[in-house]
């Protein structure tokens, strides 16, 4: 039996959140930026949420994400007490170290893993803040987690494990050139730096902080099915608000004003979805036979239109071309990369 719905914290909560891990580290001289669902929704909002239409709201995160760089992992295991002291200062309740290596206690994978991770906590509103660190080292990437073989051992070295901590999916490294040179996303009444390459950070590729699986989510507009199953207060709303469905759909009206939301942050001078609208692909709406290549039409170009919509994504920022398959008992309209084959959009 499902439980209620869980409650989480306000815009504005959200924010002071990031207020005061920004202020504490930008104190310390560290490296820092959103990441994760925290990024997302500043590119897609200045802020955790937005109104879309009919009422709904997008909420996109319900914690703070960020990445700090440091410049050794011997320097962190001082750093990261400073930020605890820092925060508790501020009213947060506490802080704790983790790993991001999924291993066994006493592994000896675990031994070699370092707690790249600080999880804080305040009350009165519940806020959960989720630091994640990598080291920036001298190369051409940034990794997070780096294991050496004992003093004693035969064979002595380090290495970059491939599948274990926070870039595990980008084979345990994430270029630099995926975060300088900074930019600045809008967090409602004031700015914080976020990486020269959003997607990359994001992606289950060159590098990522998180596993998003780019055939099947678009960056640039919700995720319904994942909704349904979050388990969110704020989840049971945006359904509840909505004309009722049986399939997850995006009204065309909802992109419209995304759309124009990015454009809004375009304006401003910070970082927006605008890039990654042309990656997302509109299937035909099965009940709606007549408005499947108009409405893919229309996103691309970004012409507001009424309807329903669902979309998913196709083949990440190349050119774009249409191309058109066969799915089903009719026809499928897709808006795919240039230079690749009609089954990447399928």
Known sequence: MEGPP???ITDDAHLQALADIGAVLDE???EWWPCRGTLIALMRHGLRSGPLSDG????????VDVMVGIVSEEAWSHIRWLVNDKLLEMGWH????R??????????????????????????????????????GKGRTVYAQRFCTP???????????????????GLGRLRKSAIHPMRQCRAGHFSVPCPAKPLETLKDGDGATMPVNFTEHCLALPDLLQRRQRGYASDARFFASAAPDARP?????????????????DAEGYVSMTPYFMSCKSERDQDDPNDGAAAARRVGSGWGFGGIVRFQSCTGSRALVWCRSAAGGGSQTNLCGRGAHQSDCA
């Not at 506490?94 to 170290?97: L, P, R, V």
Request: glycine content about 6%.
């Open 56 to 63: 709904k709201q997008d909420v996109v995160d319900h914690d």
């Open 249 to 265: 759909a995006l009204r065309t009206e909802d992109v419209a004003l995304l759309r124009q939301r990015a454009h809004q942050l």
């Open 94 to 97: 506490s802080c704790f170290g």
């Open 6 to 8: 869980r409650e989480e």
């Open 151 to 169: 003093t004693y051992a035969p064979r002595r070295g380090c290495y970059v494990p491939r599948g274990a901590g926070t870039l595990q999916h």
């Open 99 to 136: 790993y991001s290596v999924d291993a066994k206690y006493g592994s000896t994978v675990l031994t070699r893993a370092r707690e790249d991770l600080l999880l804080c906590t305040r009350a009165d509103p519940d806020v959960t803040l989720d630091i994640s660190t990598y080291i920036i």
């Open 28 to 30: 310390l001289g560290l």
